[in-house]
């Protein structure tokens, strides 16, 4: 054994990293920067200011969200930032679009399946089933996909509760949502008003939508994937693949994963294989969206 002085040995936590009290009144930047420097606090200040950054230099943003986001009740968080054009283009799964829908007709979703599934009732909604796809045929027949007919058709029919519709504020904005089904997941694919042909029709022209959304994205661009095990990181992985093969591939991106879990999909289809950089940010995201949310918007 050889001891040796601690300034030789050298640490890597230092004292100006540290966390900050945040005093009555402080503001969410206050908050934010009161976080220390150090692991998941300096890595969400480091997503918030990329995110920030890119907005301000109009560099694309994407938004990949599953169907937890929406259930969880973060439509107003997130209404704001598609408004304010901080988001390029947003891609979603089939469940997500039905609660999306549900909450702007109804201002409510989620059913109790352990109670519903019994009684033979579960996924049984006739006005979901006839409304996702209605807007799935839409889709198809005029050639717009799926996310940007489900969008028009809750503005058209002026849901009650359209406010709190992400699809509604990504029609209004003009920003692309793309809705990516795997056809017998949703309980909308159970009624007799589903047409595979016309789902698969739709959700593929929103895949090509999709693909031309991912081509633009720049070595400042950021794309922020939350709440998808699975379809989504394969979407995002081969409409990459597709750009790769092409010869177009998207730029070093910064990629940032926010769930709850550390899945296998998304840390390797979002944030290792295809990303020039990534974060992972692990925790509910009716915690961390709100304060990312907030974040962006502060540092605007």
């Given at each position: 054994?050889r001891?040796?002085?601690?300034?030789?040995?050298?640490?890597?936590?230092?004292?100006?990293?540290?966390?900050?009290?945040?005093?009555?009144?402080?503001?969410?930047?206050?908050?934010?920067?009161?976080l220390?420097?150090?692991?998941?606090?300096?890595?969400?200040?480091?997503?918030?200011d990329?995110?920030?950054?890119?907005?301000?230099a109009?560099?694309?943003?994407?938004?990949?969200?599953?169907?937890?986001?929406?259930?969880?009740?973060?439509?107003?968080?997130?209404?704001?930032?598609?408004?304010?054009?901080?988001?390029?283009?947003?891609a979603?799964?089939?469940?997500?679009?039905?609660?999306?829908?549900?909450?702007?007709?109804?201002?409510?979703?989620?059913?109790?399946?352990?109670?519903?599934?019994?009684?033979?009732?579960?996924?049984?909604?006739?006005?979901?089933?006839?409304g996702?796809?209605?807007?799935?045929?839409?889709?198809?027949?005029?050639?717009?996909?799926?996310?940007?007919?489900?969008?028009?058709?809750?503005?058209?029919?002026?849901?009650?509760?359209?406010?709190?519709?992400?699809?509604?504020?990504?029609?209004?904005?003009?920003?692309p949502?793309?809705?990516?089904?795997?056809?017998?997941t949703?309980?909308?694919?159970?009624?007799?008003?589903?047409?595979?042909?016309?789902?698969?029709?739709?959700?593929m022209?929103?895949?090509?939508?999709?693909?031309?959304?991912?081509?633009?994205?720049?070595?400042?661009?950021?794309?922020?994937?939350?709440?998808?095990?699975?379809?989504?990181?394969?979407?995002?992985?081969?409409?990459?693949?597709?750009?790769?093969?092409?010869?177009?591939?998207?730029?070093?991106?910064?990629?940032?994963?926010?769930?709850?879990?550390?899945?296998?999909?998304?840390?390797?289809?979002?944030?290792?294989?295809?990303?020039?950089?990534?974060?992972?940010?692990?925790?509910?995201?009716?915690?961390?969206?709100p304060?990312?949310?907030?974040?962006?918007?502060?540092?605007?």
């Open positions: 054994m001891p040796v002085p601690a300034a030789r040995v050298g640490h890597k936590v230092r004292i100006e990293q540290f966390g900050t009290p945040v005093g009555k009144g402080a503001s969410v930047d206050d908050l934010l920067r009161s220390p420097d150090l692991l998941a606090g300096r890595d969400l200040n480091a997503a918030i990329r995110v920030a950054d890119a907005a301000r109009k560099e694309p943003v994407l938004f990949l969200f599953g169907a937890h986001v929406v259930k969880c009740g973060l439509a107003p968080v997130l209404v704001p930032l598609i408004r304010r054009g901080i988001f390029s283009a947003l979603t799964n089939g469940a997500a679009a039905i609660h999306d829908y549900e909450i702007a007709r109804f201002g409510s979703t989620s059913e109790n399946v352990p109670e519903n599934l019994p009684r033979g009732i579960f996924g049984m909604a006739e006005e979901t089933a006839e996702l796809n209605g807007a799935a045929r839409e889709g198809a027949e005029e050639g717009i996909g799926f996310g940007e007919a489900l969008g028009r058709a809750i503005v058209r029919a002026k849901a009650p509760h359209r406010e709190q519709s992400i699809f509604a504020a990504a029609h209004e904005s003009g920003v949502i793309t809705v990516h089904v795997a056809l017998g949703d309980i909308v694919h159970m009624h007799p008003s589903a047409d595979g042909a016309a789902i698969g029709k739709a959700t022209l929103d895949f090509l939508s999709f693909v031309a959304s991912v081509e633009k994205l720049t070595d400042r661009s950021v794309v922020l994937h939350a709440g998808s095990a699975v379809i989504l990181p394969e979407v995002f992985l081969k409409a990459v693949a597709m750009l790769q093969s092409a010869g177009a591939a998207p730029g070093r991106f910064l990629a940032v994963n926010l769930d709850m879990n550390r899945g296998y999909r998304p840390t390797e289809n979002v944030l290792r294989r295809p990303s020039g950089e990534g974060i992972q940010l692990t925790g509910h995201h009716e915690i961390l969206l304060l990312l949310a907030a974040g962006i918007l502060s540092r605007l």
